[in-house]
């Protein structure tokens, strides 16, 4: 049953806000901004069943001043933990890896630069980083997949079935989250999903990634 609470970053934000184009969006990205997405994978569609939301995925952003970079930290399923340039993600550049593959709003959380002290970052930095590059196991990627049909079915979820070092992609984002000091409220059932930070009403939204004109190997740049 799709949940009735306050939705602060609305399903129809996918479609009806007025998209940027990479370089508006990166002008305005900080550290800790999250890419809220809706796609047509096979684990985004199952994500979509389970949740009964269009938000299938979600990453957290990085600004690196000191390279001149932001990048984007998200959990693939088939991949694992990886880092991507924010260009690459929202428009391609004609090499791998591709853009998402579907629609994207870029959202804040309103406490994350209060509660981002240099201590908390770097526990947060010490967690995201850590996970980086180890592919997931076929053991933990059924894990992963049990779950959220746990979840879609409305079960209670097996002590067994909680994470240990394999993340949906909003349980990284969460646990990234909980190392600032900010825990994004979810009705305990299932997993911590996509839609749980779109609801969440310190989220807003800050704009909507422009659909690339080339069909996923834009102009974006590098960076």
Request: charged share 25%; aromatic share 8%.
């Amino acid at each position: 049953m799709p949940d009735k609470r306050r939705v602060a970053v609305p399903e129809s934000a996918l479609s009806d806000l007025p998209p940027l184009d990479y370089a508006s969006l990166r002008a305005r990205v900080r550290t800790g901004d999250l890419a809220l997405c809706s796609g047509q994978q096979l684990f985004s569609k199952a994500i979509r069943w389970a949740t009964a939301s269009k938000f299938s995925h979600v990453a957290m952003l990085v600004r690196l001043e000191e390279i001149d970079r932001v990048m984007v930290l998200e959990s693939i399923e088939k991949i694992g933990v990886r880092a991507v340039a924010f260009s690459r993600f929202v428009s391609g550049n004609g090499r791998k890896p591709h853009p998402f593959p579907g629609q994207i709003v870029i959202a804040r959380h309103s406490d994350f630069a209060e509660q981002a002290t240099p201590e908390r970052l770097g526990e947060m930095g010490d967690f995201a980083a850590d996970r980086l590059g180890a592919p997931f196991s076929s053991g933990e990627i059924l894990k992963i997949a049990t779950r959220i049909a746990a979840a879609g079915l409305g079960m209670k979820m097996p002590r067994q079935l909680l994470p240990d070092d394999e993340f949906i992609c909003s349980e990284y984002v969460a646990q990234c989250y909980r190392h600032i000091g900010i825990h994004v409220p979810w009705d305990g059932r299932g997993f911590i999903a996509p839609a749980d930070f779109a609801r969440d009403p310190k989220v807003e939204a800050i704009g909507r990634v422009a659909v690339p004109a080339t069909g996923g190997k834009g102009t974006g740049g590098t960076k």
